[in-house]
């Protein structure tokens, strides 16, 4: 039997002597990309040094952030006039070839479709690829905003969108105000700003009240300085990928009577509280993700249910204010369940914690096969 197969095309030899010199402009500034990545990695990497405090030196880190956010927007802009220099190409120089579709299929299952630049740069590709390869669902927003004299800060950018979210509730019906539901973040160090809470305590936290996808673009670069602090309802959802949240002045992240929490590769490091608190919700999960260096506990859960699944799962060195009551694992009171998924074990992610304080369970520490808590 015959295969489907679908039609895309590529250029020949015969394509001009601007398209060649627009891929070999593109190849230089990708390594140029590239090259300022691996510095940003390298001026950033001392955040991880653990018994030793060294300072980071945060003016060549900005530096790197910002130019790192013009190659990008560089690139991005090459890509398209190479992309339309190309189908601007005479049909008569074009070869046609044909593509099984399970092909196509073995290829997509090797990208990283979840990165909105990846994806709009293989739908920009051709028409095929356009369309079996539809945008997210809803609305999204990107920062660095592209109004940025406008929301310079991302606080600025997440108070506006609290703000929309608000008059949804209050004034308008929701069909009136278009919320954006996927918040993408490229990668840079989002310094938020401190400040002091109404019990006279500092904070620099990032208020989130509304339901969203927050998505980094690389969880080494993709760095928020500060920790969330989640509102909302507890019916709602909160989605956090591929970002590092750091030196926070409390908690990395707050979910306090708020919305459930689902983390998904997130590294929480070097907060001077709690790494992650949870407190009645029931449907909080973390998957591959890394807690340490915690002031107080790792994962505190009061009242509340986190699941954990995923083989990069790491909680470890956390307690350094060394708190006789403080645990890489913490199911505080009775009505608490931290449900670990087999092969995964709570000795075997929650490990090296100050006094080997590596879990407690006044609730329910319990691992099993399946993610709904049964065997």
């Given at each position: 039997m015959k295969k489907d197969t679908v039609n895309t095309t590529h250029s020949t030899p015969a394509c001009n002597d601007h398209v060649a010199s627009l891929r070999l402009s593109l190849s230089n500034l990708t390594l140029q990309l590239l090259s300022t990545e691996k510095l940003f990695a390298s001026a950033t990497k001392t955040t991880k040094i653990k018994t030793k405090k060294v300072d980071i030196d945060w003016s060549l880190v900005n530096k790197l952030s910002a130019k790192m956010m013009i190659l990008v927007e560089m690139k991005a802009e090459m890509e398209?006039?190479?992309?339309?220099?190309?189908?601007?190409?005479?049909?008569?120089s074009l070869v046609h070839v044909r593509i099984p579709l399970d092909v196509l299929q073995v290829i997509f299952s090797f990208l990283r479709l979840k990165k909105r630049r990846v994806l709009c740069n293989i739908r920009w590709c051709c028409k095929l690829f356009s369309d079996q390869l539809p945008l997210p669902s809803g609305l999204w927003t990107t920062f660095p905003h592209p109004n940025y004299q406008k929301y310079p800060t991302l606080e600025k950018l997440m108070n506006r969108l609290n703000e929309l979210h608000s008059l949804t509730l209050l004034v308008l019906p929701a069909s009136a105000v278009e919320l954006p539901t996927y918040l993408f973040l490229r990668n840079g160090v989002y310094k938020i700003k401190v400040y002091k809470n109404e019990k006279n305590k500092e904070c620099n936290y990032l208020?989130?009240?509304l339901p969203l996808t927050i998505i980094g673009e690389s969880?080494?670069?993709?760095?928020?300085m500060g920790g969330l602090n989640l509102h909302g309802q507890k019916t709602e959802d909160i989605f956090?990928?591929?970002?590092?949240?750091?030196?926070?002045?409390?908690?990395?992240?707050?979910g306090w009577n708020g919305m459930n929490c689902k983390m998904t590769n997130v590294k929480i490091n070097s907060c001077e509280g709690n790494g992650v608190v949870v407190r009645n919700t029931k449907r909080n999960s973390m998957i591959n993700c890394e807690i340490c260096n915690s002031g107080f506990s790792g994962l505190y859960v009061h009242g509340a249910k986190m699941t954990i699944s995923g083989p990069k799962t790491k909680i470890h060195s956390n307690?350094?204010?060394?708190?006789?009551?403080?645990?890489?694992?913490?199911?505080?009171?009775?009505?608490?369940v931290i449900h670990v998924i087999f092969p995964l074990s709570k000795e075997s992610i929650s490990?090296?914690?100050?006094?080997?304080?590596?879990?407690?369970?006044?609730?329910?520490?319990?691992?099993?096969?399946?993610t709904d808590g049964k065997n």
């Open positions: 398209m006039t190479l992309h339309i220099c190309l189908y601007n190409t005479p049909l008569t208020d989130v009240n969880r080494d670069n993709c760095i928020i956090i990928e591929c970002v590092t949240i750091c030196n926070s002045k409390y908690c990395g992240i707050l307690g350094t204010k060394d708190r006789k009551y403080d645990y890489g694992l913490d199911a505080f009171t009775w009505s608490s490990t090296n914690n100050n006094e080997d304080r590596n879990y407690k369970a006044n609730g329910i520490i319990v691992t099993t096969k399946c």
